[in-house]
């Protein structure tokens, strides 16, 4: 088993993409989605979904910190390729086409106090590409980790992350490093 971190993008009705960390075995993808999530919805309803990796920070950024909880598309359409209703975003590197198996509600506790999370078990159907993707070695990667959570963290959590983002966007120079730096500009 290997973890990655990558794109899922679901649909019912709207199409939805959410960055998403999965253990992925030879034919089984698992996933801990936080609720309220518009994944977790649009996964009970519809069975088939994809999960993409990438080299693109950028995608991330989209993915995981626009359009949480809204039906504003975190990617334009023409940013998708769409097969036969199952979309994928262009700039992914490989390509998991998934069917959800079983899903379980589960409450747990951690560091940001009691969380209800959907567990999601599903079968990879088939994959395509074997490019390069990055994960959370990639700096800009981890600190988006660590925003998706920032709304929900009290003042002291909310410091000690914008304090952790801070030391890693100083020595950042990129299109999505200024994106990030404008996010957290608007929330603090
Ligand atoms: C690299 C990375 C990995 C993530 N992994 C998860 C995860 O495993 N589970 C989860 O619930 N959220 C994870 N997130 C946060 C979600 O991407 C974020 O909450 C997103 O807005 C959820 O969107 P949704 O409401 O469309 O499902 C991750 C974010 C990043 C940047």
Not at 86 to 102: E, G, W
Not at 112 to 141: C, K, M, Q, W
Not at 163 to 186: C, F, H, R
Request: net charge negative; with cysteine; glycine share 4%.
């Amino acid at each position: 088993m290997v973890h990655r971190e990558g794109i899922l993008v679901s649909t019912d009705g709207w199409v939805n993409t959410a960055a998403m960390g999965a253990d992925v075995d030879e034919d089984l993808i698992r996933f801990r989605i936080f609720r309220p999530s518009d994944t977790a919805y649009n996964l009970k309803e519809k069975k088939e979904f994809t999960f993409s990796l990438t080299d693109d920070p950028m995608l991330f950024y989209k993915a995981a910190l626009t359009g949480h909880n809204t039906q504003e598309p975190e990617l334009e359409e023409d940013e998708l390729i769409d097969e036969d209703g199952l979309y994928y975003p262009k700039k992914a590197t490989r390509v998991y086409f998934c069917r959800v198996i079983s899903t379980e509600d589960i409450s747990i506790k951690d560091t940001y106090g009691s969380a209800e999370i959907l567990t999601v078990e599903a079968r990879i159907l088939r994959h395509t590409g074997e490019a390069d993707f990055i994960g959370r070695e990639n700096p800009l990667v981890d600190i988006m980790v660590h925003l998706t959570r920032y709304i929900i963290s009290d003042d002291d959590k909310k410091e000690a992350i914008e304090g952790y983002v801070k030391s890693i966007l100083e020595k950042e120079d990129s299109p999505t490093a200024e994106k990030i730096a404008q996010w957290m500009e608007e929330r603090r």
